[in-house]
């Protein structure tokens, strides 16, 4: 996947909806049950809140619970949420913008070509950040006032931001990839590969923009996706070990006592 040579390239298609975004109808898009795959990729939501903005009409496409698939208008976009699943059909053309929110940082792809960036929250704005992050799991209209508000801050963001450094870039696209290869092993080798560095500079890449190494990184992301699968689905620990990428149950239930203080029975039945 191409990076942008500025973030110009993508603030440009954002900066349209931005002066429309009162017009726009949010649409609460995500699975809130696992699905069987048929005729589409499922995955999960690769961030505490993902908006989908369809850059041309009829081109964005949405799964909804009864299994049929949903054309966008051009006023319309729509929103999933951590713990929910998204799925498209691979079959039809897309052309649409994708922003990822996560705790620290949100991502933006252009579909249409792969052109991608990242900007990360500074400290000051985490804490702010993360308070309308945690408004989209209330009420629906408290729910979409903070996407709102979310999206704000992405143009505020990418209006002040310079260029993504090298390092940020390097740093994203392993973090992207790992996400969506939750459930394989990874060595730092290999990820060093796909960021085109050195073994030891991986290594500082964490320490610099997660503060901590690739594996603490990589476990919290496969427990966010068992705490999922937890809530949303009756699938057995086994299942949801191999799903989220631990090596069998009797290992994920240690490894979750140990980050939780609980089994993971006691805490899906409290959920």
Same mark, same amino acid.
């Given at each position: ?141 408290? =729910?979409? #006032? $903070?996407? @709102? ?8 963001? +990418?209006? &002040? *931001? ?27 080798? =290999?990820? #060093? $590969?796909? @960021? ?8 500082? +890449?964490? &320490? *610099? ?63």
């Amino acid at each position: 996947m191409d990076h942008p040579g500025h973030v110009a390239q993508w603030i440009t298609i954002i900066a349209r909806w931005r002066l429309r975004w009162r017009h726009v109808d949010l649409i609460d898009a995500g699975l809130s049950t696992y699905p069987r795959q048929a005729g589409g990729v499922i995955s999960p939501v690769s961030g505490q809140v993902v908006v989908m903005l369809p850059l041309r009409p009829g081109l964005c496409y949405r799964r909804a619970e009864d299994a049929a698939w949903y054309r966008l208008r051009p006023d319309e976009a729509f929103v999933m949420r951590l713990g929910t699943w998204q799925a498209r059909n691979e079959t039809r053309p897309y052309d649409q913008l994708k922003i990822a929110m996560h705790d620290d940082h949100f991502g933006v792809v252009q579909n249409t070509n792969g052109v991608k960036g990242a900007h990360l929250m500074t400290v000051p704005d985490q804490q702010r950040w993360r308070m309308l992050l945690a408004c989209c799991a209330g009420e629906a209209c408290e =729910q979409h #006032a $903070a996407v @709102a508000l979310l999206l704000a801050e992405c143009f505020r963001a +990418l209006q &002040t *931001t310079p260029r993504p450094t090298k390092s940020e870039r390097k740093f994203q696209l392993v973090c992207e990839h790992l996400r969506n290869h939750l459930d394989h092993e990874h060595s730092r080798r =290999q990820l #060093a $590969a796909i @960021a085109q560095c050195h073994p030891s500079h991986l290594t500082r +890449l964490f &320490t *610099t923009y997660a503060g901590c190494n690739y594996a603490a990184w990589l476990e919290t992301e496969r427990f966010h996706l068992a705490c999922a699968l937890m809530r949303e689905t009756d699938f057995d620990l086994e299942r949801i070990a191999r799903t989220s990428g631990f090596a069998s149950a009797n290992y994920f239930i240690r490894r979750f006592r140990s980050a939780f203080g609980s089994t993971p029975g006691t805490w899906r039945r409290q959920r």
